[in-house]
């Protein structure tokens, strides 16, 4: 099991910066597979950023609309995965979670809160 508890939402103006955090129970040294999702009323869930990592080898990839705004990072130390958001929009309004994959499980986040004004 794995609980995941996220913070650092907010309301901020459009072109203004937030920065998430996800915080596991448990150490993510050997979690493979950590995600950043949002859900905007109405929407499905979509896949925001995703860390892939295996040994020493580390690849993120990033939904195409948030590319060179958002930066996926990880602090094994602390159990931490963040979610820098820089250059925010209206559009980017939603829940985000904070998801991830270990031994084949899946596991949430209660998700935070994003509004962003126009």
């Known amino acids: 099991q794995v609980q995941l508890v996220e913070s650092g939402g907010g309301l901020v103006q459009a072109g203004g910066s937030l920065r998430l955090s996800c915080v596991a129970s448990r150490s993510t040294s050997n979690i493979n597979t950590m995600g950043w999702y949002r859900q905007a009323p109405g929407n499905q869930r979509e896949l925001v950023a995703l860390?892939?990592?295996?040994?020493?080898?580390?690849?993120?990839r990033y939904k195409d609309s948030v590319k060179g705004r958002f930066t996926m990072s990880r602090d094994n130390a602390k159990n931490t995965v963040y979610l820098q958001m820089n250059s925010l929009k209206p559009e980017d309004t939603a829940v985000y979670y904070c998801?991830?994959?270990?031994?084949?499980?899946?596991?949430w986040g209660q998700g935070t809160q994003v509004t962003v004004s126009s």
């Open positions: 860390i892939n990592s295996a040994g020493s080898v580390s690849y993120t």
């Open positions: 998801q991830v994959v270990h031994l084949g499980s899946e596991y």
